[in-house]
């Protein structure tokens, strides 16, 4: 008596075909259709997705996650920059471009290539008088008068268009690199908390004056980029350079906020080696303990100034 024939496997999730080629992990037969295409063999797609779910995603050299060589962040703040340009000329009716000053002064404001938005005037009690806005008078107020958000909001408003060029022109060059080796969260968390930085100790220098500009955040891209280089024992003879150029201009040029400056380029330098030199063990956690403790800093300063100038 002969025997039988043995029985070709059929593929799990298409039964009418015939196959002999199995998924190298679950050992279940698949058809050409379901065949993906493995290290080792061919897998089925259950195992695919499963092992895309559990495989750790690829992270830089210092714990931020590769999707930062796309520069994402980088493009999206320089687009935020952008249109809040465009929104100021808009609103100027094309004319002068509307910082309406970070912080209060008396005087009126002028500088190359005007204010992006409306002309203003600061007056001593710490208004501004939109005057390309018809009809609605007092609209802005300083820090010291509720306007805390201009910490922030400052860090997107520019001098005319050379400066915003300018600015612009370091973000996309520092910020690529910078985002591409912490990753896009690491890389924001510097940019605003070295921005914020700057735009804390403008104000607290000098209360009164008009301040703007993205370049609190830039220098503080520069200080962190120096460091990322050293941990990375790379060559920091370009980035210096550069910085001492910047630092030079901010000394000389009358119109540079020396305090913002420098507040952003130590912030930066403090959050760039809080990111560069956290230990591998519980690094995250690590890193955000300390930039989070470098931007409480930050608001407990900026609340007590207030709180000073309010009590006297």
Not at 1 to 25: F, G, I, Q
Not at 34 to 46: L, T
Not at 225 to 252: C, E, P, Q, Y
Request: hydrophobic letters at 50%.
């Amino acid at each position: 008596m002969s025997d039988p024939a043995p029985t070709v496997p059929v593929c799990y999730r298409h039964t009418s075909r015939e196959t002999w080629v199995r998924c190298a992990r679950c050992e279940r037969p698949i058809c050409p259709d379901c065949m993906r295409d493995a290290a080792v063999g061919h897998q089925c797609p259950e195992c695919v997705a499963e092992g895309r779910r559990t495989q750790r995603s690829a992270r830089t050299a210092f714990g931020g996650s590769a999707a930062g060589q796309q520069g994402t962040v980088t493009k999206v703040l320089i687009g935020i920059n952008a249109v809040v340009a465009l929104i100021g000329v808009a609103i100027s009716g094309g004319g002068s471009l509307l910082g309406a000053g970070l912080f209060s002064a008396a005087g009126r404001l002028h500088a190359f290539g005007g204010v992006i938005g409306p002309d203003v005037t600061v007056r001593a009690n710490g208004t501004v008088l939109a005057g390309a806005l018809p009809g609605y008078g007092d609209v802005f107020v300083g820090i010291d008068g509720g306007g805390v958000y201009r910490l922030i909001t400052a860090m997107f408003i520019h001098y005319g268009l050379l400066h915003l060029l300018f600015n612009m022109w370091a973000l996309w060059v520092l910020g690529r690199n910078l985002e591409a080796v912490l990753g896009p969260a690491r890389f924001l968390a510097l940019y605003l908390i070295a921005g914020l930085g700057g735009n804390v100790a403008a104000y607290l220098v000098d209360p009164g004056a008009l301040s703007a500009g993205a370049s609190t955040a830039v220098f503080g891209l520069f200080a962190a980029f120096f460091i990322v280089l050293r941990r990375l024992k790379r060559d920091t003879s370009a980035v210096v350079g550069i910085l001492v150029i910047n630092l030079i201009l901010t000394f000389t040029v009358s119109s540079l906020s020396i305090a913002g400056h420098l507040g952003g380029l130590i912030t930066g330098g403090l959050i760039g080696a809080i990111l560069a030199y956290a230990p591998r063990t519980n690094r995250t956690v690590v890193q955000a303990v300390g930039a989070g403790a470098v931007l409480l800093f930050l608001i407990l300063v900026t609340v007590a100034r207030i709180a000073l100038v309010h009590a006297g």
